[in-house]
Protein backbone atom coordinates (compact mmCIF):
# COMPACT_ATOMS: atom_id res chain seq x y z
CA UNK A 1 0.00 0.00 0.00
CA UNK A 2 1.36 3.20 -1.08
CA UNK A 3 1.75 6.20 1.46
CA UNK A 4 -0.82 8.39 -0.49
CA UNK A 5 -3.69 5.42 -0.02
CA UNK A 6 -2.66 5.06 3.92
CA UNK A 7 -2.93 8.97 3.94
CA UNK A 8 -6.62 8.86 2.12
CA UNK A 9 -7.47 5.58 4.29
CA UNK A 10 -6.77 7.73 7.64
CA UNK A 11 -8.53 10.67 6.65
CA UNK A 12 -11.75 8.70 5.85
CA UNK A 13 -11.73 7.14 9.48
CA UNK A 14 -10.48 9.86 11.37
CA UNK A 15 -13.28 11.34 13.47
CA UNK A 16 -13.60 15.21 12.90
CA UNK A 17 -15.69 17.97 14.29
CA UNK A 18 -18.40 18.94 12.22
CA UNK A 19 -16.79 22.31 10.20
CA UNK A 20 -18.23 25.69 10.77
CA UNK A 21 -20.25 25.39 7.47
CA UNK A 22 -21.77 22.62 8.26
CA UNK A 23 -23.00 23.56 11.59
CA UNK A 24 -24.09 27.27 10.32
CA UNK A 25 -25.49 25.75 6.93
CA UNK A 26 -29.43 25.60 8.18
CA UNK A 27 -29.39 23.89 11.95
CA UNK A 28 -33.17 23.79 12.73
CA UNK A 29 -33.64 21.93 9.91
CA UNK A 30 -30.76 19.93 10.15
CA UNK A 31 -32.09 18.77 13.76
CA UNK A 32 -35.40 18.16 12.32
CA UNK A 33 -33.76 15.79 9.56
CA UNK A 34 -32.06 14.14 12.29
CA UNK A 35 -34.83 13.38 14.60
CA UNK A 36 -36.94 12.09 11.71
CA UNK A 37 -34.37 10.15 10.90
CA UNK A 38 -33.53 8.90 14.38
CA UNK A 39 -37.59 8.51 15.20
CA UNK A 40 -37.49 6.20 11.83
CA UNK A 41 -34.14 4.34 13.37
CA UNK A 42 -35.17 3.70 16.81
CA UNK A 43 -39.19 2.65 16.05
CA UNK A 44 -37.37 -0.21 13.59
CA UNK A 45 -34.42 -1.23 16.46
CA UNK A 46 -35.43 -0.26 19.40
CA UNK A 47 -32.85 1.94 21.28
CA UNK A 48 -30.14 -0.67 22.01
CA UNK A 49 -30.04 -2.01 18.09
CA UNK A 50 -30.26 1.57 16.63
CA UNK A 51 -26.71 2.78 15.41
CA UNK A 52 -25.74 6.49 15.36
CA UNK A 53 -24.18 5.86 11.71
CA UNK A 54 -27.46 4.85 10.71
CA UNK A 55 -29.19 7.88 11.61
CA UNK A 56 -26.93 10.12 10.04
CA UNK A 57 -26.81 8.37 6.76
CA UNK A 58 -30.79 8.29 6.75
CA UNK A 59 -31.02 11.98 7.51
CA UNK A 60 -27.60 12.54 5.02
CA UNK A 61 -25.73 14.48 7.63
CA UNK A 62 -22.18 14.07 9.09
CA UNK A 63 -22.36 11.60 12.29
CA UNK A 64 -20.34 14.39 14.52
CA UNK A 65 -23.53 16.78 14.25
CA UNK A 66 -25.36 14.30 16.36
CA UNK A 67 -22.85 14.51 18.64
CA UNK A 68 -22.56 18.29 18.30
CA UNK A 69 -26.75 18.99 18.67
CA UNK A 70 -27.70 16.23 20.70
CA UNK A 71 -24.94 15.39 22.53
CA UNK A 72 -24.64 11.10 21.50
CA UNK A 73 -27.48 8.77 21.04
CA UNK A 74 -28.58 9.16 24.47
CA UNK A 75 -29.22 12.57 24.33
CA UNK A 76 -31.22 12.29 20.91
CA UNK A 77 -33.48 9.77 22.30
CA UNK A 78 -34.66 12.12 24.70
CA UNK A 79 -34.84 14.92 22.12
CA UNK A 80 -37.59 12.75 20.51
CA UNK A 81 -39.45 12.16 23.61
CA UNK A 82 -39.82 15.58 24.51
CA UNK A 83 -40.78 16.76 20.73
CA UNK A 84 -43.55 14.05 21.10
CA UNK A 85 -44.60 15.53 24.33
CA UNK A 86 -44.79 19.18 22.88
CA UNK A 87 -46.55 17.42 19.93
CA UNK A 88 -49.25 15.57 22.04
CA UNK A 89 -49.97 18.78 24.17
CA UNK A 90 -51.12 20.96 20.82
CA UNK A 91 -52.83 18.21 18.93
CA UNK A 92 -54.51 17.10 21.75
CA UNK A 93 -55.72 19.64 24.26
CA UNK A 94 -57.00 19.19 27.26
CA UNK A 95 -60.72 20.41 26.24
CA UNK A 96 -60.99 18.17 23.23
CA UNK A 97 -63.62 15.59 22.52
CA UNK A 98 -62.83 12.49 24.44
CA UNK A 99 -64.19 9.99 21.62
CA UNK A 100 -61.89 12.62 19.24
CA UNK A 101 -59.21 12.52 21.32
CA UNK A 102 -59.23 8.45 21.23
CA UNK A 103 -59.65 8.28 17.55
CA UNK A 104 -56.99 10.69 16.70
CA UNK A 105 -54.30 8.34 19.14
CA UNK A 106 -54.74 5.42 17.34
CA UNK A 107 -54.12 7.83 13.98
CA UNK A 108 -50.79 8.88 15.15
CA UNK A 109 -49.88 5.53 16.56
CA UNK A 110 -48.84 4.09 13.07
CA UNK A 111 -47.65 7.14 11.70
CA UNK A 112 -44.27 6.10 11.49
CA UNK A 113 -42.73 9.95 11.52
CA UNK A 114 -44.41 10.29 15.05
CA UNK A 115 -42.74 7.12 16.31
CA UNK A 116 -45.81 4.90 18.13
CA UNK A 117 -43.58 1.76 17.99
CA UNK A 118 -40.95 3.87 20.40
CA UNK A 119 -43.67 3.36 23.58
CA UNK A 120 -43.35 -0.70 22.64
CA UNK A 121 -39.27 -0.72 22.42
CA UNK A 122 -38.96 0.84 25.67
CA UNK A 123 -41.71 -1.31 27.82
CA UNK A 124 -40.11 -4.63 26.25
CA UNK A 125 -37.12 -3.61 26.92
CA UNK A 126 -37.75 -1.52 30.79
CA UNK A 127 -35.00 -2.74 33.89
CA UNK A 128 -37.15 -0.26 36.19
CA UNK A 129 -34.07 2.16 35.80
CA UNK A 130 -35.41 5.33 34.16
CA UNK A 131 -33.25 7.77 32.69
CA UNK A 132 -34.20 10.29 35.54
CA UNK A 133 -34.92 13.57 33.40
CA UNK A 134 -36.70 11.59 30.35
CA UNK A 135 -38.82 9.88 33.30
CA UNK A 136 -39.52 13.11 35.24
CA UNK A 137 -40.90 14.69 32.09
CA UNK A 138 -42.57 11.60 30.70
CA UNK A 139 -43.99 11.10 34.35
CA UNK A 140 -45.37 15.01 34.78
CA UNK A 141 -47.08 14.31 31.82
CA UNK A 142 -48.80 11.64 32.88
CA UNK A 143 -50.08 13.13 36.49
CA UNK A 144 -51.21 15.87 33.83
CA UNK A 145 -53.53 13.24 32.09
CA UNK A 146 -54.75 11.87 35.22
CA UNK A 147 -56.00 15.32 36.59
CA UNK A 148 -57.70 15.95 33.18
CA UNK A 149 -59.38 12.52 33.14
CA UNK A 150 -60.52 13.25 36.93
CA UNK A 151 -62.12 16.48 35.96
CA UNK A 152 -64.13 15.02 33.17
CA UNK A 153 -65.18 12.61 35.87
CA UNK A 154 -66.14 15.54 37.96
CA UNK A 155 -67.50 16.88 35.38
CA UNK A 156 -70.07 14.13 34.27
CA UNK A 157 -68.13 13.46 31.12
CA UNK A 158 -66.55 9.88 32.02
CA UNK A 159 -68.15 7.43 34.21
CA UNK A 160 -66.17 8.06 38.10
CA UNK A 161 -66.62 4.51 38.82
CA UNK A 162 -63.10 4.19 36.98
CA UNK A 163 -59.72 5.03 38.18
CA UNK A 164 -58.40 7.79 36.20
CA UNK A 165 -54.92 6.63 35.88
CA UNK A 166 -56.51 3.09 35.17
CA UNK A 167 -58.44 4.33 32.43
CA UNK A 168 -55.83 6.48 30.91
CA UNK A 169 -53.42 3.12 30.87
CA UNK A 170 -56.89 1.76 29.20
CA UNK A 171 -56.94 3.78 26.53
CA UNK A 172 -53.11 4.60 25.91
CA UNK A 173 -52.47 0.56 25.15
CA UNK A 174 -55.97 -0.09 23.35
CA UNK A 175 -55.09 3.59 20.91
CA UNK A 176 -51.38 1.73 20.62
CA UNK A 177 -53.18 -1.80 19.31
CA UNK A 178 -52.44 -1.52 15.75
CA UNK A 179 -49.22 -0.77 16.07
CA UNK A 180 -48.09 -3.01 18.94
CA UNK A 181 -49.93 -6.28 17.39
CA UNK A 182 -50.09 -5.51 13.46
CA UNK A 183 -50.03 -9.52 13.37
CA UNK A 184 -52.88 -9.96 14.89
CA UNK A 185 -54.70 -6.86 13.35
CA UNK A 186 -54.14 -8.83 9.80
CA UNK A 187 -55.46 -12.00 11.53
CA UNK A 188 -58.61 -10.22 12.48
CA UNK A 189 -59.44 -7.87 9.53
CA UNK A 190 -57.29 -9.40 6.68
CA UNK A 191 -55.96 -5.83 6.32
CA UNK A 192 -52.45 -4.16 7.18
CA UNK A 193 -52.72 -2.53 10.18
CA UNK A 194 -51.39 0.38 8.73
CA UNK A 195 -54.09 0.63 6.08
CA UNK A 196 -56.27 3.75 6.44
CA UNK A 197 -59.30 2.02 5.99
CA UNK A 198 -58.57 -0.64 8.87
CA UNK A 199 -57.25 2.34 11.44
CA UNK A 200 -60.58 4.48 10.59
CA UNK A 201 -62.50 1.68 11.39
CA UNK A 202 -60.67 0.71 14.66
CA UNK A 203 -60.77 4.56 15.45
CA UNK A 204 -64.16 4.62 15.19
CA UNK A 205 -64.48 0.84 17.29
CA UNK A 206 -62.74 1.84 19.45
CA UNK A 207 -64.51 5.43 20.12
CA UNK A 208 -67.39 3.48 20.57
CA UNK A 209 -66.06 0.95 23.19
CA UNK A 210 -65.34 3.87 25.27
CA UNK A 211 -68.26 5.67 24.78
CA UNK A 212 -70.37 2.25 26.50
CA UNK A 213 -67.83 1.99 29.31
CA UNK A 214 -68.50 5.67 30.27
CA UNK A 215 -72.18 6.09 30.18
CA UNK A 216 -72.56 5.93 26.30
CA UNK A 217 -73.20 9.79 25.86
CA UNK A 218 -73.49 11.16 22.58
CA UNK A 219 -69.86 13.16 22.47
CA UNK A 220 -68.62 10.13 23.80
CA UNK A 221 -69.08 7.54 20.51
CA UNK A 222 -69.59 10.69 18.06
CA UNK A 223 -73.17 10.21 18.30
CA UNK A 224 -74.59 7.40 20.53
CA UNK A 225 -77.91 7.65 21.87
CA UNK A 226 -77.40 9.23 24.91
CA UNK A 227 -77.36 8.60 28.82
CA UNK A 228 -81.58 7.61 29.82
CA UNK A 229 -83.88 10.31 31.74
Known amino acids: MTSEKRAADARRTTRRAPAAHERQRDPERTKALILDAA ?6 KGFAGARVAEI ?14 FDGKAGLYR ?14 PDGMDYAEMIKSYVRVSVDPRLGGRLLAWEGLADTGEDDEEEAAERNARLRHEVAVIRERQLAGELDDRFDPAALLLITMSTANALTVYPQLARGLFGA ?8 EHYAEQLALLIGCLTGGGSGLAGGGSGQAD
Open 192 to 199: DASSPELV
Open 79 to 92: EIGRRWRAYESQAF
Open 39 to 44: TEEFSA
Open 56 to 69: AARAGVNQQLITYY
